[in-house]
């Protein structure tokens, strides 16, 4: 059974940095495609970055400089580092696993082609 369970949000001045993780179980990583998502209060999920079955990372143009997506296989975790935190990047982060074959190959910035997802966990960046 695939499994994801996102950990490490909580509440954060603007400027300072946190480290999210994402423990999975049911798969081997290369097998999948593992992504972070964010959705911020009203409105929809959006792609953060993910990282490849063959261990490439993508970032959205939008999400390049301040996320880092990084991985683990012999410990099951994918971690997102976020730096210089804004208000605007207040959202519940999760993380959510999908085949390749599914996905067209690679990451994908759509929440919905994703079927494996897990709890999220808020960040929130005060001002």
């Known amino acids: 059974e ?8 909580g509440l954060v001045q603007a400027g300072g940095s946190l480290r999210l993780s994402c423990v999975y179980s049911g798969f081997t990583a290369a097998d999948y495609v593992i992504g972070w998502f964010r959705q911020a209060p009203g409105q929809g999920r959006e792609l953060v970055s993910c990282i490849n079955s063959d261990g ?6 939008s999400m390049k400089g301040r996320f880092t997506i990084s991985s683990d296989d012999a410990k099951n975790t994918v971690w997102l580092q976020i730096h210089s935190l804004k208000p605007e990047d207040t959202a519940v982060y999760s993380c959510a696993a999908e085949s ?6 690679a990451c994908h910035p759509v929440d919905y082609e994703y079927h ?3 709890q999220g966990t808020l960040v929130t960046v005060s001002s």
Not at 56 to 61: C, M, Q, V
């Open 2 to 9: 695939v499994q994801l369970q996102a950990s490490g949000g």
């Open 56 to 61: 490439t990372t993508d970032y959205p143009d």
């Open 100 to 105: 390749p074959t599914w996905l067209a190959g």
């Open 116 to 118: 494996y997802w897990g």
